[in-house]
């Protein structure tokens, strides 16, 4: 009885077998009917959080606390964790909950969502995190960015109407000795960041990036398995926006701008 539960009610057997995907239950009944793009303030596992969209942040409650997709081990109860794309900090509130001696870079391009992350740290005292509002980038510079509001945001497609100020993300990795984890959902910069980063991966243990190919654009995920490959990863490939007939179905109903969108996760041995 209980294997035809699993086969044919999967999704809603993962989302009550643990607590925190329990909590996902109670949060979309909480907070899911807010419509999109209302900020409002939410509270879950004694945080509180500021968000400028509800259903972004019950999106980003799946995968980081339901799913757990984030989760790692290492040999340090304080390791350095490189936040790239870190949008409103429930990333954050996750990797402090995971280690809470963690020391989080936490880097964000859109300069409002970057306000609710800075007052979403200081709001739950999370010590040794640095937010830094930069689009992060191959130079250090100032770009061009598309803001979308909430986790959408982009470099690279998208009406983009503001500046905002880049840093180089490789000067950092080359200052650090060792980093324990690489988080990069930067929504289409991925392949040129990780490219300039080539040379300096090799003291990175592991690597989570989020893939964007953007319709009528060359799709470039080869290049980053190349990159990591020769760095000494093995990585494993899981879609984001699954298509039953990709054949005909060129594009996701949610995200008619991209053909293929795949989290990355690299690790060595």
């Not at 503001?162 to 690489?182: C, F, G, K, N, Y």
């Not at 990709?246 to 060595?268: I, S």
Request: aromatic share 14%; net charge neutral; proline share 4%.
């Amino acid at each position: 009885m209980l294997l035809f539960f699993k086969i044919n009610f999967r999704e809603l057997y993962h989302l009550w077998r643990t607590p925190y995907s329990r909590l996902f239950l109670w949060l979309v009944f909480r907070y899911g009917g807010s419509g999109r793009y209302r900020p409002q303030t939410v509270r879950f596992l004694g945080y509180q959080a500021e968000v400028p969209d509800a259903l972004s942040f019950l999106w980003q409650f799946k995968e980081i606390f339901a799913d757990e997709s984030y989760r790692f081990q290492t040999d340090t109860d304080a390791p350095l964790i490189y936040n790239c794309g870190a949008n409103v900090g429930v990333d954050v509130l996750y990797f402090k909950r995971l280690y809470s001696k963690a020391r989080i870079k936490a880097f964000e391009a859109d300069p409002k969502v970057a306000d609710y992350l800075r007052r979403n740290v200081a709001t739950n005292a999370l010590a040794d995190v640095e937010v830094i509002a930069e689009a992060v980038w191959t130079e250090n510079t100032t770009v061009s960015f598309a803001s979308e509001g909430a986790d959408g945001g982009s470099l690279v497609v998208g009406s983009q109407d503001i500046q905002v100020p880049a840093t180089r993300l490789r000067d950092h990795l080359a200052r650090e000795a060792s980093v324990d984890l690489l988080k990069i959902d930067i929504e289409g910069a991925e392949t040129a960041v990780i490219e300039d980063c080539a040379d300096v991966l090799r003291h990175v243990r592991h690597v989570f990036i989020e893939y964007h190919a953007y319709v009528r654009q060359p799709q470039t995920l080869q290049r980053i398995l190349e990159i990591l490959a020769q760095n000494g990863f093995r990585y494993f490939l899981r879609p984001e926006a699954d298509r039953r007939q990709p054949f005909v179905n060129r594009t996701h109903r949610q995200t008619p701008q991209m053909d293929l969108q795949v989290n990355v996760f690299a690790y060595r041995d």
